[in-house]
């Protein structure tokens, strides 16, 4: 989730909790932070958050680096008979 403000984040938590919430079944028990190594397990078992809810490793495929070549799709209606369907460009974050 992107967000352009701090006052965003509220909201933003409230909808990723309901989102895991549902989309596992299962009730959030504990929200916890601890200001920026959140995703490191303290316990030594490097899990990450989405590892210990759901019990799978992410899936880190679609990962890219910042500043990797990116490509985005031009729709139907803006480009010519002959034009080019994507277009090039640097990936920059979100």
Request: aromatic share 8%; proline share 4%.
């Amino acid at each position: 989730v992107c967000l352009k403000a701090k006052s965003e984040v509220p909201e933003a938590i409230k909808a990723t909790v309901q989102w895991l919430e549902t989309q596992s079944g299962r009730k959030l028990k504990a929200l916890r932070s601890d200001r920026g190594t959140e995703f490191v397990n303290r316990e030594g078992r490097n899990a990450t958050p989405w590892e210990l809810f759901f019990g799978v490793k992410p899936n880190l495929a679609a990962l890219r680096v910042f500043g990797a070549r990116a490509y985005a799709h031009v729709p139907e209606h803006m480009r010519s008979k002959l034009g080019a369907k994507a277009v090039q460009g640097v990936m920059l974050g979100c």
